[in-house]
């Protein structure tokens, strides 16, 4: 029964393939994320679906496109990755666009080789 | 703009002694959530507290303890007989009310001595 699940939890590709990570959760939430943490641990959002529509994107190569196809799934494809993108990838969601009552999931480790 | 900053990069105590992880922040807004998390070396984000800025209380819970000061913006977190198991990175993060997205600090790796 877990809140918020990603999978795979561990991916190791090579340079110029195409992945994808997928996220789930069952809380009822309509607002989903997608967070990075890179080698010296700083983690930054990346984006932001409520409802199932993109209301925070930062700065991110396009080689990113998040898919939102409900408000239970944001899944994360990456185009022809290259070494940088090595890190792990934090999948939460939240009710509404408040900052209250956020819930991650367990992380996917992205090794590009 | 929201920032946190956790000046201690790095900690390493002695089993049992007491240890505070400082958190300072910034922000314009009058509403607004503190978080702490925990990541141990397994990797996962683990939720410890959430403040509201109206909740100047303090909180205890267990060999926790979190000390939130708007005067100074601050929200240190002391962890009292330290264990080998709090061996963790420590986050500190804010949240705006109608923004929906953490602005965490760059954290603090905490290494408890046996």
């Known amino acids: 029964d877990t809140a918020v699940s990603q999978t795979p939890k561990y991916l190791v590709t090579q340079m110029g393939n195409d992945k994808s990570i997928k996220c789930e959760q069952n809380l009822g939430h309509d607002t989903m994320y997608w967070y990075k943490q890179d080698s010296k641990k700083f983690l930054k959002i990346m984006f932001s679906y409520n409802n199932k529509e993109l209301i925070i994107n930062e700065t991110v190569p396009n080689r990113f496109s998040p898919k939102s196809p409900d408000k239970a799934h944001l899944n994360l494809h990456i185009n022809s990755l290259e070494l940088g993108d090595s890190a792990v990838y934090f999948c939460?969601?939240?009710?509404?666009?408040?900052?209250?009552?956020?819930?991650f999931g367990s992380g996917t480790r992205l090794t590009v080789v | 703009a929201q920032k946190v900053t956790q000046a201690q990069t790095e900690i390493s105590v002695v089993e049992k002694e007491d240890v505070t992880l400082d958190c300072v922040y910034e922000?314009?807004?009058?509403?607004?959530?503190l978080f702490w998390y925990k990541q141990p070396p397994s990797g996962e984000l683990v939720f410890l507290i959430r403040?509201?800025?109206?909740?100047?209380q303090n909180e205890i819970s267990g060999r926790y303890s979190w000390n939130f000061q708007k005067s100074t913006s601050s929200f240190n977190f002391t962890i009292t007989a330290s264990q080998v198991v709090d061996s963790a990175v420590y986050f500190c993060?804010?949240?705006?009310?109608?923004?929906?997205?953490?602005?965490f600090g760059t954290g603090t790796s905490l290494t408890v001595i046996p």
């Open positions: 403040r509201n800025s109206f909740d100047e």
């Open positions: 993060a804010l949240t705006r009310n109608t923004g929906n997205q953490f602005y």
């Open positions: 939460a969601s939240t009710w509404g666009l408040s900052g209250y009552g956020y819930t």
């Open positions: 922000t314009r807004d009058t509403t607004y959530y």
